[in-house]
């Protein structure tokens, strides 16, 4: 029988359905060549299959050319004209269909203006351009057209992407006044996804439970869920699940489970966190690789790299969402060499196809390589921040500059902390102000690092501009930055003024942190009672451990032990299991001579099983991390370094050092302390940094808890004998010492 226009159009659909793209393209020329018309019906397809062929945009243009000249883009139906604009759209050609949009009638056809309008706003928001797509939307209303479910499920993202929660709110009061755009669960889901977003998920449960539980779609059950499980409410993000399928006989898909994963590994509430991974197995979505994903960062976070690697092992083809996951885990478990040799095997080798996990790494056979992109950054930068590595942190940063990614705020955040986290604020500064925007978390990262490194009067310059200009709005960790900056540089009244006025002036109240954070100020500067007044004001119980652990740290500082018992006599009943508690009044009881009360304190600890934390230093040399345990001999150059601090010791003595034994806590000999004293972590690090560093270059030792006073003093007398700066960043801030001075002041 002859062919038809019916039966060409059935056959290019067809060919469309099934992605056969060129073929579609050759059907169309055969269509042509018979001299049957074309319709709009055809246009709808062939610009489906151009869309698709994003190496050869031209085949595109050519079919809106050729639209044109046939007349095919006339009339009030705005079907054809839409797919023209989603095909280049997809091409990657927005700016081509914004002119087709401004086309003289393309918005404000009649019959299919919403469409077009919806088709708009998606498209820009798809590709990113999401204030464009704001505009367009405000726009749309300016012209009397009425937005629907549709308009405001693709426009809510772009609120979220643009943390503009005030027109996202603006969106959701037009909802409102619609009853069924209020009960659309698809509208709901976007306003829950951007309240979420934007860490209103009190808010997004009230969108949720607006709207009736007969009408609660997947999608809306999912975003709730996952809104929970990322602002850490894993209880409330587990019991909804519970109920999703239970109550609702909601059937979880893939992104549940990948957004319900997560909260099971990090509730201490849920016991059976391996057992999800059968209920996944027996839901038959345990090949998904989103969920494959999600499996892999569980393990990760509960310490067993073996199983996230098998997971690792067994997905094909990986993705850079994979190779990142599995980066993540090793970062949050402390395997910073792992997470970087990862980066190098995603680069060097690829991808893999019947992959195995050996001790070696991720043998197999390569396909295509994997590119880190700026999740990759993000993820390794706080390992490089963790370790004090500016060396590996410059390799990042010179990675995300070639590749562009060094304007993207999330990374340029995490190039602003490891910098900080180095010891190299000016470096730090430079990338903050290169950002051509800022967030929060950029501003908050600075004013801690200014504070951490002694700078109060700088940190409060920059909390000072934030308030002022309209980048971000300071909450709750911007006051804890400040007022650690305060607290540091002995600004009390500067920070008690903000204590007093960030409720009043920036709707933060006084949480327990923030309660801390004043105790810690009044505390260091000596006002003990003051400080004392402030915990009593708080409301009893586990919400003042922070500020009794601050408080205990004053009295240590100013050797009050009758204030320091009744802290440390709270903490152990609050805290009974935390070392830095007994330690702390072990010191205040070693300062005042009291050796049989330090061993009482020390007997409960071994009562309970409680140990201290062994100090452990670490230096960057030659981009290796190098560790150092007190009084350890397990470095292979251990005896070189122990023979340098010898010599280093007796210099030190010549030119007037005394150790301070008030820092041993056991009641020996004074000559028994000194020699403890002389093999300090720290000091090990720095002599190992002295041997290993060209003349001139700063030593930068990074330790894991509270540098001690007698390494503080020694690090003056060594940065003043050998002519160098030292940079000691302990748990609690950065030490600078030039020329025999600390930049903290004797203040810490």
Known sequence: PARDAVTFNSLIAALCLFRRWLPALDALRDMVLDGHPLTSFTLVSVLLACSHLVENPRLGREAHAFALKGGLLDGDERFAFNALLSMYARLGLVDDARRLFGSVGAADAPGGGLVTWNTMVSLLVQSGRCAEAVDVLYDMVARGVRPDGVTFASALPACSQLELLSVGKEMHAYVLKDADLAANSFVASALVDMYASHERVDAARRVFDMVPSGDRQLGLWNAMICGYAQAGKDEDALELFARMEAEAGVVPSETTMAGVLPACARSEA???????????VKRDIAENRFVQNALMDMYARLGDMDAARRIFAAIEPRDVVSWNTLITGCVVQGHISDAFQLVREMQQQGRYTDAVATEDGIAGTDEEPVMPNNITLMTLLPGCAMLAAPARGKEIHGYAVRHAWDSDVAVGSALVDMYAKGGCLALSRAVFDRLPRRNVITWNVLIMAYGMHGLGAEAIVLFDRMVASDEAKPNEVTFIAALAACSHSGMVDRGLELFHSMKRDHGVGPTPDLHACAVDVLGRAGRLDEAYSIISSMEPGEQQVSAWSSFLGACRLHRNVQLGEIAAERLFELEPDEASHYVLLCNIYSAAGLWEKSSEVRGRMRQRGVSKEPGCSWIEVDGAIHRFMAGESAHPESALVHA????????????????????VLHDIEEGEKAAILRYHSEKLAVAFGLLRTPP???????????????CHEAAKFISKMVGREIVLRDVRRFHHFVDGACSCGDYW
């Open 270 to 280: 849920f016991a059976g966190k391996e057992a999800v991974h059968g209920y996944v």
């Open 644 to 663: 340098h601090m010898d010599a280093l010791w007796e210099r030190m003595r010549g030119q007037g050092y005394t150790p301070d034994t008030s820092c």
């Open 696 to 710: 001139g270059a700063a030593i930068r030792v990074a330790k894991n808890l509270r540098v001690c006073n007698d």
